[in-house]
């Protein structure tokens, strides 16, 4: 079982909807990373938290330490957002484990 | 600022030839990092740099080396590439093992 699930693995919605994905872990953490690829493979970081929420702009990630869960939202989607969406977990050792990502695509 | 670059951007090998990949980053950051990322598999750590003169293996280091030449400079080498090494390659760099990273733009290799 990896260490990081994200779901859903593939996610299509129509512009403008609210997009949720989610990222449970299993192990004890320092930190979670959300982190966006887009399609041409250069890969940005979002958000790192490590308890309660943070919101960029139309972005919002949560993280439920209790729970080993976090999400990741995005209000008034569109189709600049089509992107790889990565949770990252950063354990004892300071090692980033990565989550295999959620594919989002957004049609106009 | 130019953030974290990488060269080359593709390449093609054949078995048992060696190359160097570098990356450099311009914003001042103690830690460096390669990963490779493979279809369906998360990132994974090949090697990293806490600071000027010191490296570590990650999860997969073999068949790699690397060199963290200066504050600025980490490089990595495949010394006889082998298809297994087949993968897009990202460094990354940050302030520290706390803070956030920062990623390269990727080099693409295919090794025949």
């Known amino acids: 079982k990896n260490e990081v699930e994200q779901s859903p693995q593939n996610l299509t919605a129509q512009e403008g909807e609210f997009i949720t994905i989610n990222c449970s872990y299993s192990?004890?953490?320092?930190?979670l990373h959300w982190l966006q690829q887009h399609p041409g493979g250069g890969i940005v970081s979002l958000f790192m938290l490590s308890s309660g929420k943070k919101k960029h702009g139309r972005l919002i990630a949560t993280i439920n330490i209790q729970e080993k869960h976090s999400s990741l939202h995005i209000t008034a989607s569109h189709p600049r957002d089509s992107a790889v969406y990565i949770c990252?977990?950063?354990?004892?050792?300071?090692?980033?484990?990565f989550g295999t990502g959620t594919r989002l695509t957004i049609i106009p | 600022n130019a953030g974290v670059t990488q060269t080359p951007k593709f390449q093609v090998l054949k078995t048992g030839q060696s190359m160097t990949l570098q990356c450099a980053q311009d914003m001042n950051h103690n830690s460096m990092y390669w990963y490779r990322q493979d279809p369906g598999m998360g990132l994974r750590l090949i090697y990293y740099?806490?600071?000027?003169?010191?490296?570590d293996k990650g999860e997969v280091p073999n068949g790699y080396n690397v060199s963290r030449l200066n504050k600025r400079e980490f490089s990595l080498r495949l010394e006889s590439a082998a298809p297994s090494q087949t993968s897009v390659y990202f460094c990354?760099?940050?302030?520290?093992?706390?803070?956030?990273?920062?990623f390269g733009p990727g080099t693409r290799l295919t090794v025949l």
């Open positions: 990354a760099s940050s302030a520290g093992r706390v803070h956030e990273q920062f």
């Open positions: 740099s806490a600071s000027e003169g010191t490296t």
């Open positions: 990252a977990v950063k354990s004892g050792n300071e090692k980033l484990t």
């Open positions: 192990v004890g953490i320092s930190a």
